[in-house]
């Protein structure tokens, strides 16, 4: 409600969650009239709970059906991340119509932080290309690794996505990369923000994998710098 109170053109807005007990999928949609937009924003991870998930963060990997449906190199996706985002799916999607009908001029926007940024992106790619529609903007916070190479590859190929790291958050970092010979990858382009999350900032290579970046680090683990972004 705090947050609602600093956006009063905000007229509309809509809870979306998963179909599970778990609620692993936690976001809404809005209609900002300010900037005539829609806006899906996805929460990550309880804070308080942020370790626990970050120690249970599985690596198993498996099928994602749209880079074969669109006639793309077959690739894999995190197993967790695509079964949250298909136990939401629909209600996104029928959200997300229901405001484009509501507002035929809007212009969509999606963003997430943490988990939240991992569904953001595959919620980006079935709207565009099982939808049609355009995300205008996408930005994500602390993502993790959704997918292997080929996944990254099909990603940015078909949307851009700013992806922010701030400094040692060891969110961006995992799953990690060649662990037990899988291939997991970043796509889009990435903005690091050193030390201060609202100062200076680097656009990075658009390889998702910036060696110059976040993944200059070689082991972060520092969760402050998870939960500050950008200022909040």
Not at 80 to 92: I, M, R, S
Not at 130 to 139: A, D, K, L, V
Not at 146 to 169: C, L, N, P, S, W
């Amino acid at each position: 409600q705090r947050a609602c109170k600093k956006h009063p053109s905000v007229t509309n807005v809509t809870i979306v969650t998963d179909s599970s007990l778990t609620e692993t999928f936690n976001g809404y949609v809005a209609y900002d009239s300010a900037t005539d937009r829609i806006i899906l924003a996805i929460a990550g991870t309880d804070p308080l709970k942020i370790k626990e998930w970050i120690d249970d963060l599985n690596f198993f990997k498996t099928a994602y059906p749209l880079c074969s449906t669109y006639g793309e190199e077959p690739c894999e996706v995190h197993e967790g991340f695509l079964a949250a985002y298909e136990l939401a799916k629909l209600e996104v999607r029928e959200t997300i119509a229901s405001y484009m009908s509501l507002h035929p001029t809007a212009s969509v926007t999606i963003t997430g932080h943490s988990l939240g940024g991992a569904l953001a992106l595959l919620a980006a790619l079935d709207l565009t290309l099982t939808q049609g529609i355009e995300i205008t903007n996408m930005h994500t916070f602390g993502q993790p690794r959704v997918g292997d190479d080929a996944f990254a590859k099909f990603a940015m190929k078909t949307i851009e996505e700013y992806r922010v790291t701030h400094y040692h958050d060891p969110v961006p970092h995992l799953p990690t990369q060649n662990l037990f010979h899988t291939d997991w990858a970043h796509p889009s382009t990435e903005v690091f923000y050193r030390r201060d999350s609202a100062g200076d900032h680097t656009i990075c290579d658009g390889s998702g994998e910036d060696p110059n970046c976040s993944d200059q680090f070689y082991l972060d683990a520092n969760l402050l710098d998870h939960l500050d972004y950008v200022g909040f």
